[in-house]
Each structure stands twice: as structure tokens, then as C-alpha cells.
């Protein structure tokens, strides 16, 4: 049985962990891998301004995102 296609970015992944390991992987948890790749680049936005700061010891980050509503009402 021929391998499933796979994204790049999931390629990527699954050739970075040992064989044994990548190879365990049900078809399911293969789609919600492909899923979480798919979901950090799905949308753009107007504005996406991020910003880390720091106060001595204390680390923040700063996250703007402005775009368009597309939740249905």
C-alpha cells in the first residue's frame, strides 16, 4: 500500500524524528499533525505586529492582530 502524500511541512517533521518513531504514527494522528501545521498559516491579517519585551527579569511578549471578521454573525 503506497504511502499517503504528505505536506512538506509534515515531511519535514516526520524525516527529523528516528525512523522507528515516524513510522508509529496512525493516519489520524498524521491528519492532526498536518492539521496543526496547516492552522499557523491559514490566515493573514491587516495588521500582525508582535513584540517581546523585557523589565530586568520579567519577559513579555506583545501581540497586535487586526483583519477582517469571518465568524459567521
Known sequence: ???????????????????????????????AIELHFGMRHRLTHMIDWRRRLGFGRLRL?????????RHPA
Open 1 to 31: 500500500m503506497p504511502a499517503p502524500e504528505r505536506s512538506a511541512p509534515l515531511g519535514r517533521f516526520l524525516d527529523a524524528l528516528p525512523h522507528d518513531l515516524a513510522a508509529s504514527f496512525s493516519d489520524a494522528q498524521l491528519r
Open 61 to 69: 511578549y506583545v501581540v497586535l492582530l487586526v483583519g477582517r471578521d
